[in-house]
């Protein structure tokens, strides 16, 4: 648990809190990575999403949004809006922003994303990733390694995929995720969970935690010139909203935790920690599992903490909302860590 040294911590919060605060937005907007504008009209939008079989369009967007619930849909399926004379379609995939191709899977039958792509990109401050799947063809020169411009045409929309349930020609769409990427020992962890299983370079989905592409459209066309991505991810640094729309709050008890190297615009300045050495991790966790905000603890702000995962917080508003992840469960009363979710902090913190 932690002890009353956090309210010292709390009152930093509205200081000089996160790294990078004092940086004035360097917006670089994201463009629709398909033809299909009907996202932009509320009477046009249920046109832009297409739906899982007998669901309505909702089931295409980002979240719980399927099984009841109970299964989470890290991105969003967009529409096809052209399509040749034998029904499949034509639509270009276009890279949302500029970056650099990170990775290109043309094997179908090696994944459920089917033939897709991962595209690099930094955006203020944020190394973020979009994924473009169920391409039906990867266009000429798109490779790891290749840098290309936003609007660059990198593939043609499709129905590719290794699923026992094909998609169907009139359901070709794009499947689109932003994401951040979690842990740069991935490979080690998976081959070594997973042997015989394809780790797709570090950039298999199970590494890479999703952020809601139509909610970041929505802010960054309402914000325009003042949108920022940190800002975005982080909450705006608002306490009250935090504690709102996050699932959870997880004490790590390790030194060193990779996700924070990677994303300091996302980590606390702590100067209990900078001082006396940090032994911990304090991270709030979104209902998809994505780390949105992480405070470095030292021995003297914890105690009586037993193992290498303890629960500070549960948000049991959020819980009963999007429970798709399956992280959580209440046992006599108490909120308990699910094994599929201490997996998946070993999955993140694992270094060999």
Request: hydrophobic share 35%; with cysteine.
């Amino acid at each position: 648990m932690l002890v009353s040294k956090r309210i010292f911590l709390t009152s930093l919060f509205f200081g000089s809190f996160f790294l990078g605060l004092l940086f004035g937005a360097s917006a670089q907007p994201f463009v629709l990575p398909t033809p299909n504008k009907d996202i932009l009209n509320p009477s046009t939008v249920e046109n832009y999403f297409v739906p899982t079989v007998g669901r309505t369009w909702e089931s295409g967007t980002f979240g719980c949004v399927r099984s009841e619930r109970q299964q989470i849909h890290e991105g969003i399926d967009i529409r096809s809006k052209t399509f040749d004379r034998r029904g499949e379609s034509t639509d270009p995939v276009f890279a949302t922003a500029d970056g650099r191709v990170a990775y290109v899977n043309n094997s179908p039958g090696k994944s459920s994303y089917g033939r897709y792509i991962v595209i690099q990109h930094n955006i203020d401050g944020i190394e973020l990733y979009s994924l473009y799947a169920h391409l039906s063809s990867v266009a000429k020169g798109i490779a790891p390694g290749v840098s290309v411009k936003q609007n660059h045409t990198i593939g043609v929309l499709g129905r590719s995929a290794n699923t026992k349930a094909t998609i169907s020609k009139e359901r070709s769409h794009l499947h689109f995720e932003f994401c951040l990427y979690l842990s740069p020992y991935f490979r080690p962890w998976y081959q070594k969970n997973y042997p015989k299983q394809d780790f797709h370079a570090g950039f298999h989905g199970w590494n890479l935690a999703g952020i809601d592409p139509w909610d970041v459209f929505r802010e960054q066309w309402k914000k325009k010139t003042e949108f920022n991505l940190a800002n975005y991810i982080r909450k705006d640094g608002s306490l009250t909203r935090m504690d709102q729309e996050q699932l959870c709050r997880v004490l790590i008890l390790k030194k060193d935790f990779p996700f924070a190297k990677r994303y300091p615009r996302l980590t606390a300045v702590n100067k209990i920690a900078l001082e006396e050495g940090i032994v911990a991790w304090d991270v709030r966790f979104d209902y998809n599992g994505l780390p949105f905000v992480l405070i470095p603890r030292a021995a003297s702000e914890i105690s009586e903490v037993k193992g290498k995962y303890h629960l500070l917080a549960v948000n049991e508003e959020e819980q009963a909302k999007n429970p798709g992840r399956h992280f959580l469960k209440k046992e006599r009363g108490r909120w308990q860590m699910t094994s599929k979710f201490i997996q998946y902090l070993d999955q993140i913190t694992y270094i060999p």
